[in-house]
């Protein structure tokens, strides 16, 4: 799923004006809170655990309106607990994401 940046553009642009550095730190406040939850998602142990950072990652993704995240992390609250083909799929939006940012 490619990461889809309109959005996401616009929430960050609306947050930042015309502060250039603000926006590099917004930028990278959600690439760091998107790989805590993935980090999170990764060690669960327990059901518990996998839907609370599956939420949690809803939750960053929906507050930067970056919707095709919304939707990966729809589907990890939707999965079993530790299904790999959802981590891989969100671990893929965040290095694309990454590698788009520079």
Request: charged share 25%.
């Amino acid at each position: 799923m490619a990461f889809e940046s309109g959005n996401f553009d616009a929430t960050l642009a609306a947050a930042a004006g015309e502060d250039p550095a603000l926006l590099a730190e917004l930028r990278v406040a959600f690439a760091e809170s998107v790989a805590r939850q993935i980090d999170l998602l990764k060690r669960s142990r327990c059901d518990a655990n996998w839907e609370l950072a599956a939420q949690r990652l809803k939750g960053v993704a929906a507050s930067f309106h970056a919707d095709s995240l919304i939707v990966l992390a729809q589907e990890a609250v939707d999965a079993a607990p530790g299904e790999p083909t959802v981590v891989r799929r969100i671990e893929a939006f965040h290095r694309e994401f990454v590698g788009g940012s520079d």
